[in-house]
């Protein structure tokens, strides 16, 4: 069954076995965004089928924002901004202007794709021995809650370059929704009001700095609760600062002060903690637009964010390696869930971490072997490791830059892999198709749950600890014996690595569907999860986004996985000697799909999070003059 039959089914297939339900919001409940109504009542089905355009999201009320930018004749770049800002008010735990992230779109009319890379960067006070304070004495907890961890933020000048080259409203107008919740308010819903139990807005004695965040979300010291209606005035001011004034009042204004003064707080009075952005490192911030990495697998491609995130090199890379394999083919042990196909999977994804470990970091510092690392040759030798029956005792990275033309290096003596410190898993991802055809694909973050859990006094958003993604002991090692190009280690202005992958999927030239997810280094396997859902398992979109999913983020770590696969299939990968840790959720996949011939639109939203998709007629869509 070609996957241009089944990538455009209607929405069918939800599994039973999460306990969250998924809410689904019809265009019915749209509503004008000079007067909206941000109720959070649930609605049938989304219209399975459309071609005025959808959006999907982890929270309704930015899908429905999304969906009147739509109605109003903006185009899928329009829309992505009005629900980034929209996400800053109603998830601001995981996305914000305070934060990055990575822009996937596709241009329908010059069926063009590209990325916009609006990852934070470090500032340039930066050292490669920053973090190291931190290994032996609070680790990842007090580093990533303290100033140091505040990277220069770029989702604003990400969304103002989005705009500009391709949108066809101001910054000024999909600002408004935005602007609109945050003054009037909104109903709380069930994973705000659970994120606000975070220690991150527990206070810090005698350190002030931690307690705006804690004053709104936390007031009177208790978490919100679902249903409750949550006014932000501060961001409100913020949003409309940005509007009246542009994103100069935010990287070289009042509001670069006040975020300047903010990531001095440092927790437990540590100096070390001290952050070092400056009002230059902010000035001097730019979003920039890049190629995306592209790869083919079983007929498709693939393309998705390339460096500074590892996101495409590794789920292209997990990809190949699979891919000798009969992945699909009950008959032969390979069908969904079964012991041989989840083996092949965790020892793929063991493979491509411990070369992602090594290899990959931004490409404006250090030369990644983006060839190599996809070379048919090269993938071929590492895949030959893979036995469907068997676990390999410790795997290592490999030296991709023989089979990469751009690079001359010989191949070397690697280092052992350093152990990686937990990070967090909190980000979001949501997908948009306009009624032209046109994409987007946008993960973005401030990193772990609240980010630093510094809100910028009198603004009212929240700092990201984006800093955290880099290596925290410097791994730059030029010894012949024991190579290690240090590709993650920190720099002055450099961005650290990302897990985030927005992707999209190609039959030649034609765009069938966009995807992402949040989930820290889980994003890679959610992505490779839901891709393999679609090619190789034929599930129709919802039913590859519900399936339950299996994660490996390391070379020689743990499993992870979740509810839904047989009791029996887990046994037996711990008898091949895998060890799987208690299920628990894996990312929140958002996608958008379009049939074969390029018309038709439809949405899948994740359950794991609440998940919102609105889906728009044709004839709901104004023409804009």
Sequence with gaps: MDINNYLHKPITGILTNYKKPLLFIVSLLLVSVSAPSWSDDDASLGVPGVRGGVVTTSEPNAARVGAEILRQGGNAIDAAAAVQFALNVVEPQSSGIGGGGFMLIYLAKEKKTLTIDSREKAPAAATADMFVPFVSSGGFGVASTSGIAVGVPGTLKGVELALKKWGTMTLAETLEPAIAMAEEGFRVGPRLAESTESSRLQ?????????????????????????????????AHTLRLIADQGTDVFYSGEIASAMVAAQQATRDSRPEGEGRMTLDDLANYQAVIREPVSG??????????????????????????????????EAEGFGFGATRTLNVMIE?????????AVWMGDEDFVDVPKTGLLDDDYTALRSALISPDARQANVLPDDPRPFDVAMTAGKQKLAALTPALDKGVNTTHFSIVDRYGN?????????????????????????????????????????????????????????????????????????????????????IDSVVNVSMNLIDHRMDIQEAVDAPRIAQTSANGTVGREIGFSEQVMEELGTLGHSVRDPSEIGSVQAVIIDREGKTQYGAADRRRVGGIVSLKRDEVERRK
């Design 203 to 235: 206070n810090e004695p005698g350190n002030p700095a931690y307690d705006e965040a804690r004053h709104i979300f936390r007031p009177g010291d208790a978490p919100l609760v679902e249903g409750q209606l949550l006014v932000q005035p501060d961001l």
């Design 296 to 329: 083919e697998y079983r007929g498709y491609t693939i393309k998705s964010m390339g460096p500074p995130s590892s996101g495409a090199l590794t789920v292209l890379q997990i990809l190949k390696l699979v891919e000798r394999f009969p992945i699909g083919d």
């Design 439 to 523: 994409m987007v694909s946008y993960t973005t973050t401030v990193e772990s749950a609240w980010g630093t859990g510094l809100m910028v006094p009198g603004y009212g958003f929240l700092l990201n600890n984006e800093l955290t993604d880099f290596n925290f002991i410097p791994a730059f090692n030029p010894d012949p014996g024991s190579f290690n190009p240090g590709a993650n280690d920190v720099a002055p202005n450099k961005r650290p690595r990302s897990s985030m992958s927005p992707s999209m999927v190609f039959k030649g030239k034609k765009p069938l569907a966009a995807y992402g997810s949040p989930g820290g280094s889980t994003i």
């Design 348 to 356: 793929a994804m063991r493979l491509a971490f411990a070369d992602r």
